[in-house]
């Protein structure tokens, strides 16, 4: 049963375009999600991970409605890999003959009850804990093996839609598919606008610039097209929910993701960034982090999120995956310190935990007592700033040792938050050492009160006074990794 919104959809704050407006409450995208299978997924109780969520004061959530993957080396087992038999698609599987996966094939001349009626058990509960829920509507194909478990190749349907090589997929030049992946896209949208918890992921990670294949122009086009029938569609049902995606990369002559266009166009209203090598935006290219790579890349990430706070629209660090696969204390510390990184330079952030699977619906016991009550303190302390008066980028803490990045956050006059950060690389025998530091820090003048807040347990204590107006030099708690210092202006 669809519950209609008393509200209208998640939209862009009004009073500041980085943030969004929930339920009349301002509101920040953060989450360790699962890996997209909420819904394909047959044995996964997503019920069980919704209340995780909002045990752990997680705002979002991400779902694939079409694609799934098979599993690689460094992409270990998801929920978003279901075993051929636990795959629902949006089309039934009715046919006499096989698909490539050895389960019948789809009919795309009908629509599949289960996945529908699934989505909106998922999309009610989603609802009613207040969770926000990403539909990502199609994807690349990345590789013959996954464009194989796609049930718009030919050899998985019954029309036989589809006989394309896996690149032509997410362009105009897809020959039938694109009939079906349009009216996909048309009923995923006319189903689910009635919640306004809903918003639209155009495409997971599109690319072009395969070598004999589409470029990504090509890629983009057909991008614009699949916008253009998500808009034609909100129209006609009389929702307004919002769109996110970026703009194609190209694979070859080597990496490179472009921004520039997804800021300045109109085909997207938030821009999904995954942070990787070759980032470009303002002509400048930024070493974001290698896939799977336990890279921290702090001086870089934390200069690039100061460069996109700048441009008009909201950015979500919508999958970063630079460390995910080793589900241990240092990929989860990595992931910590890249969180708190996004969302005190006014991104928001989506990591994938992939101790959540099928049976392990709230993760480990690992992941819950380190990642998962991170992120729960993370949330808790970004709750309690106005942030919708703040601005990302206040220089006031400075002189710090060489090895740690400050990201500042403040609401002028006020409240002063700097994050300290070790930003030494895993590869680096001294990182993680502890560290003792004076820094000088720069309020206005009025009467402060300074306090360390933990990221690791979410302690809190005040140690110092200080009055404002001139620089002063401040003893700094000695810390491991990360600390908080937060300034709150007491007269």
Known sequence: MQTRANHPPISIHPENGKYFLFRGKPTFLLTATEHYGSVLNRPFDFHKYLDDLVDKRMTCTRTFCLFREIASEKNPASTCKPKPEDYIAPWPRTGAKKALDGQPQFDLSRWNDEFFERLHKFLNLASERGIIVELTLLSNSYSPEVWALNPLRAENNIQGVGAIEWPEYTSLKNGDVLAYQLAHVRKIVDETQSYENVYYEICNEPGGGVAGHVTPAEVDAWQIQIAKTIREEMKRAGSAHLIFGSEAFTYTPEFKQGLDA??????????????????????????????????????????FARVSYERKKPVVWDEDNCATMFRDEIGWTIHRKRAWTALLNGAHYDMIDFSIQNGLETGTREAQKMLRTWFKHLSAFFASIDFVHAAAGVEWVNELPQDVVATTFAVRGKDYMAYLCDAREVTDPSAGSAIRAAAKVSLPAGKWQIGAYSPVDGSHQDFT??????????????????????AVRTD
């Open 262 to 303: 997804t800021f300045e166009g109109s085909m997207v209203d938030v821009v999904n960034v995954h942070p990787l090598p070759n980032t470009v935006l303002g002509g400048k290219a930024y070493q974001l982090g290698n896939f799977m790579s336990k890279e921290l890349q702090l001086w870089e990430l934390n200069e």
């Open 465 to 486: 006074d200080v009055m404002g107006g001139e620089p002063q030099t401040v003893e700094i708690p000695g810390f491991r990794h990360d600390l908080v210092i937060r």
